[in-house]
């Protein structure tokens, strides 16, 4: 029997919490604290709680799927299309497409 599997970050348990940032660039703080996340063919208010030129960190009550397409509305820059990168309590990860 086929069952349907999504992989969240509740599913793979992390014991000790990190001790190094281990992060490629710096997180710039967001000019405003929401943003519009396009999602599953909808448009949803979310909390913009860091971004970088790669990426963004999200809070909102959805729970996207890790590798699932989606795009991000900032004030200040155009749209950007990515993937989400982790998920995990409330909060989730998106990795943007290179340009």
Do not use: Y
């Not at 155009?78 to 998106?94: E, L, T």
């Amino acid at each position: 029997m086929a069952t349907k599997l999504s992989l969240t970050g509740d599913m793979i348990p992390r014991s000790v919490r990190r001790i190094f940032d281990q992060r490629s660039e710096q997180r710039i703080e967001p000019t405003a604290d929401r943003a519009v996340l396009e999602c599953r063919g909808t448009r949803i208010a979310v909390e913009l709680l860091n971004v970088s030129a790669s990426g963004a960190m999200i809070g909102c009550d959805l729970v996207p799927c890790i590798g699932e397409r989606v795009r991000l509305h900032l004030v200040d820059r155009p749209p950007s299309d990515g993937f989400v990168r982790w998920v995990r309590d409330g909060r989730f990860g998106i990795n943007f497409d290179s340009r």
